[in-house]
């Protein structure tokens, strides 16, 4: 991963690309429900691949790139007889995703390769991650470095951010969490690690989570419906930018009315006050190479990459001071899961009530 820390886009300079990408994240879509991308340059298109965690000058991550490319495209074939011509499939990823932003039939081609592609390549590293021989806890350790490698540059150059909490959901908190869950399962669970940004202000959070997607977590990896925004109306903010309105002509889906990207979850525990932006991101890890020797041969043909869960929090710094007033503060919140948690224990759920507040926070 690039050690450059760089500096956060300007208003001006942001691009269509930048613009889908964090709706996408801030509405908790998928990337397979797209049908075109918006990238300029094959520099670009190389970013997209680093923020993947690919070294695309590297022999042996052409190799597997071309790997996971072939493969999505005998799988179309092979169930869809899909008509892909040849100069498309014989085209480097780079190619495909500037395909994929084009026009006419090979647009086409190029979006549908890239879709087959993501899932083989989430797949394998999921797998991979079952292979290592390491522990949870060493993969944490990973993913922690990386996140602190990248936030711990914007902090040192100075980026708009006035607090950072990082760590691991302790046991306790996660019994607790389950026993207040009505699926009590521990694959349900998205915030082992968890990881909170408070801006300056709200017109701060739009280029740090754009530069999140470039350094940290591919805006393809966010989880689907597991986004909560009641912070950021992205249409209003845009529609007050002359760029920006531009823009915006061009996503792919008309934005209706402010408020449909405005998206709330279903925790009960949380005040109706509360305002935050939740999502939870699968981030790419590429492993040591002394993990991947020690790794069983059949961990090799997966490549290096695996894929770890996480959640984040932004907030702006006034929004964050108003959170911890009242109902909404986060030690009311955790009473509220203490209490519902310890009559379910004792009568069972049916002694739960629903307590009709709607958001998610970290518990």
């Known amino acids: 991963m690039s050690t450059d820390v760089g500096g956060l886009k300007r208003l001006e300079e942001l691009t269509l690309m930048d613009l889908e990408s964090t709706r996408l994240l801030l509405r908790g879509d998928s990337v397979v429900d797209w049908h075109r991308l918006h990238i300029r340059t094959e520099e670009e298109a190389q970013k997209i691949l680093e923020a993947h965690e690919f070294r695309p000058n590297e022999p042996a991550d052409r190799s597997r790139l071309e790997a996971i490319k072939n493969e999505a495209i005998a799988y179309l074939r092979r169930h869809f007889e899909f008509p892909i011509p040849l100069p498309v499939a014989r085209a480097s990823v ?27 390549h989430h797949l394998d590293g999921r797998e991979l991650l079952f292979c290592i021989p390491m522990s949870d806890q060493e993969v944490f350790h990973l993913v922690e470095e990386k996140v602190y490698r990248v936030i711990g540059g914007m902090l040192a150059a100075g980026f708009p951010i006035t607090e950072f909490v990082g760590g691991r959901k302790n046991r306790d908190s996660l019994y ?187 518990s």
């Open 94 to 120: 780079e190619e495909i995703l500037l395909l994929a932003s084009g026009k006419g039939h090979r647009q086409l081609c190029g979006c549908t390769i890239l879709k087959a592609m993501h899932i083989i």
């Open 176 to 362: 607790t969490k389950l026993l207040s869950k009505a699926d009590t399962t521990a694959a349900q669970i998205y915030d082992k690690l968890r990881f909170r940004i408070v801006t300056r202000t709200t017109d701060d959070i739009l280029p740090v989570l754009i530069y999140l997607t470039e350094r940290l977590f591919p805006f393809s990896f966010v989880v689907p419906r597991q986004s909560i925004n009641t912070i950021f109306h992205f249409r209003a903010y845009c529609d007050m930018h002359p760029h920006l309105r531009v823009l915006i002509r061009g996503l792919q889906d008309e934005i209706a009315e402010v408020s449909s990207d405005v998206t709330v979850g279903d925790n009960k525990f949380s005040d109706e006050n509360y305002r935050v932006i939740h999502f939870v991101a699968e981030i790419p890890v590429r492993l040591p190479a002394e993990t991947m020797e020690m790794s069983p041969p059949a961990a090799w043909p997966l490549g290096p990459i695996i894929f770890v869960l996480c959640e984040f929090q932004i907030v702006d710094r006034e929004t964050e001071a108003a959170n911890e007033l009242g109902n909404a503060s986060h030690s009311k919140y955790k009473e509220r899961q203490r209490q519902a948690v310890m009559r379910r224990l004792k009568l069972g759920v049916r002694a739960t009530p629903d307590e009709g507040r709607r958001k998610t926070r970290s």
